[in-house]
Every structure is written in structure tokens, then in C-alpha cells.
């Protein structure tokens, strides 16, 4: 009987999120779903088209199946709004998942509220574009294709595509409807807006100093990232988790549905950590549910954000145990290696190609 083969491919994105999971179905066609396109700038935009076409070999191995905008934050759908912008790759795309602003007010019942003007693809430097701009952007982009049926994907959403098993996690309609009240109280400066915030690498912290921190968790307010596409995909016998930059408490109300009878765990493959492996987006009670060596953290430890926080692995290595655990970061610098750099027992994994970043490899 022939093998039939899927992968998973975490690619560099920044320091943000873009992952392609190959499969193949009974008849041994490959089928590609595509997760965000992080936040690449034009010439890093076309090392990624370069590595997403190589990846499908220019469609002999499938198609985009399925384009999957978890967010509107820009280190998640930059990349998507050039991709949209460039025939060649958009060609190969057959259908978008995508919650607009506009999408998820007309399911909410609210009229849309335009509160500014939306310049669109204007860039600026040392800046970061609005989430709501891009949500626009790509919302007026889209708005026309016959690949994006303007359907809210909400954690009610079980779908199959082609013979795999997308089981959504999040957003809830809760979640949904307060970033809709969220959305008009952004105003825009000149097309964009400057990062304020502040951040302090943990990495300099022991393991030890870091667990004194574990009793106390504060979850992210983010209503950007609660409104986030999460899911739990299931093909054949394996099981892998995308938390994109979702909040734990919907996914561990949504994860408790899905436990085996009579089972208090869920066994899993692959676990994307959530928010870059942001400290307030994994929780004990998240970790409590899940059962899984691999976990991959996707972020560049960069000055502005400060992800992954060293606290966050730290509270997966006290669940997982340091002999158990397996965190493969999908970019590799000097802060990122500095995380474990004096615990050498943490298996850390880096890519072996700085353009490929990890890939996960299954046959069966």
C-alpha cells in the first residue's frame, strides 16, 4: 500500500505567524491550508512567495485549498494583503477565511460604523499599520472575489476540507462582539500608528525565579486578539493545535467539549503557542488540558514586544516537564537563544533553514 505523506511548515514571518499544512487524500492528490502571512515587507515577501511556491511546487503538489486570516494584527495579515496582490500566488488560492470588521457587525446586527478615512497600501516607515486600516484593506480587496463567501467563522464552525477536520476554538460570538465595540473607538494618524508600548526581555530570570511568578496569571485584554482563529485540526491519527494570538479562556471552554469520554486530557502532536508565546495567553488551565511534547514558538524577540516571554515556557516546561518538553522556535537569533542558553537540559529546536523554518514531517 502506497504511503501517503503530510507536513507542517512554520515559516519566519517576522515576528509574526505564517504556517502551510500539506496533506494528502485517499486518491493521493496534496490539498494546502495556508495560516496568516506574518508581516513581510516587500523583499521579504518574496523569499516567502518564494518558499510558499516551492512548498506546493508550483501546483504539483495542490493548491491554497484554504487561506485562513486568523486576525487583523499586522504581523498576521501583512503578508496576506500582498499575497492578494500578487496574481501569481493568489492564483493558487481556491478560498479565504476572513472576520472584517464589516463581516462580523453585519452578524452582530450593528450598523458599520466608518468613525475615519482608510488609505490603502500606503506604507510608512517606522511606523506600524492600524489593525483596522489592514482589516479594511483586505476587506476592499476581497470584497469582490468569489473566493471569500463573507462568512464569520466562529468557534461553531466544524469543517472538512478534504478529509481533514478543522475544528474552530475561537473566536466566540462574545469575543466577536466585543472587538466589534472595540473597532470604532481606533482613530488612524496619517495611515498608521506608533508602537507605545514597552517591554523587558525575561530571559536573564532562572527557571527557578520565573516559577515564582506561575500562581499569578493576568490574560490578555487584547479585543484584537480575542476576536483571533483558532483551531484544532484532526487528520487521521494525528491531532495539532494553531492558537493563533487567541485568549485562553475560550479555548479551554471549546477544548473541554472535545475531551475523550472520560478522559481529563487531549493528546496532541503540535501546539502552536498562542501569541507568540505571549505570557498572558497560556494559562495552567489551558496547559491542564493538553497532553503534548512539541510546542512551537513563533517570534523574533524583538525590542517591541518582547515575545516569546521566557515566563510562558516556563510554565509549559512545569506542566510538560523539562525531560518531555520540545520548543521548536521557528526563527533563531541571539536573544532567542539566550532564552535557555544556561539549561542546557531544555531541548530547544531551531530551523535548519533560515527560509524553510520547521517543518514537521509524517508518513503513514
Known amino acids: 500500500m502506497t504511503k501517503k ?65 486568523t486576525h487583523s494584527d499586522d504581523d498576521h495579515i501583512k503578508g496576506i494583503l500582498n499575497l ?109 500608528i506608533e508602537s507605545s508600548g514597552k517591554c523587558e526581555f525575561d530571559y536573564d530570570l532562572s527557571i527557578e525565579e520565573l516559577k515564582m511568578k506561575l500562581p499569578y496569571f493576568e490574560q490578555d485584554e487584547s479585543k484584537v486578539n480575542g476576536g483571533s482563529i483558532a483551531f484544532l485540526i484532526e487528520y487521521h491519527d494525528f491531532k495539532w493545535l494553531f492558537l493563533s494570538d487567541s485568549h485562553p479562556d475560550i479555548i479551554v471552554e471549546n477544548l473541554r467539549k472535545l475531551l475523550p469520554v472520560g478522559g481529563s486530557q487531549l493528546k496532541l502532536d503540535v501546539i502552536k503557542l498562542s501569541h507568540h508565546g505571549s505570557k498572558k495567553n497560556t494559562s495552567d488551565d489551558l496547559l491542564g488540558l493538553i497532553e503534548s511534547q512539541n510546542f512551537v514558538v513563533s517570534a523574533n524577540a524583538n525590542k517591541i514586544h518582547c515575545h516569546p516571554h521566557k515566563e510562558a515556557l516556563v510554565r509549559v516546561l512545569d506542566h510538560v516537564g523539562i525531560e518531555k518538553t520540545n520548543f521548536f522556535f521557528v526563527n533563531k537569533n541571539k536573544d532567542i537563544e ?27
Open 338 to 364: 539566550r532564552i535557555f542558553a544556561k539549561s542546557p537540559s531544555i531541548k530547544t529546536h531551531y530551523p535548519n533553514s533560515k527560509e524553510e523554518g520547521v517543518i514537521f514531517i509524517y508518513e503513514y
Open 5 to 69: 505523506e503530510c507536513s507542517l511548515h512554520f515559516l519566519p514571518a517576522g515576528q509574526g505567524d505564517c504556517f502551510v499544512i500539506q496533506f494528502q487524500d485517499n486518491s493521493l492528490n496534496y490539498h494546502n491550508i495556508l495560516i496568516d502571512g506574518g508581516n513581510r515587507k516587500a523583499l521579504e515577501f518574496k523569499k516567502q512567495k518564494k518558499q510558499l511556491l516551492k512548498i506546493i511546487e508550483h501546483g504539483k503538489k495542490g493548491r491554497f485549498d484554504l487561506v485562513v486570516v
Open 84 to 192: 492578494v496582490a500578487d496574481d501569481e500566488i493568489e492564483s493558487y488560492v481556491d478560498e479565504y477565511w476572513f472576520n472584517s470588521e464589516k463581516t462580523i457587525a453585519k452578524l452582530i446586527g450593528k450598523p458599520f460604523k466608518k468613525t475615519q478615512k482608510y488609505p490603502v497600501n500606503k506604507h510608512l516607515k517606522g511606523a506600524v499599520k492600524s489593525s483596522r486600516q489592514q482589516d479594511y484593506d483586505l476587506y476592499s480587496i476581497l470584497e469582490n472575489n468569489k473566493k471569500w463567501n463573507q462568512k464569520v467563522i466562529t468557534d461553531a464552525v466544524v469543517a472538512d476540507v478534504n478529509g481533514l477536520k478543522i475544528n474552530v476554538l475561537s473566536p466566540s460570538i462574545d469575543k466577536l462582539q466585543s472587538l466589534n465595540n472595540y473597532w470604532p473607538t481606533q482613530s488612524l494618524k496619517k495611515g498608521a
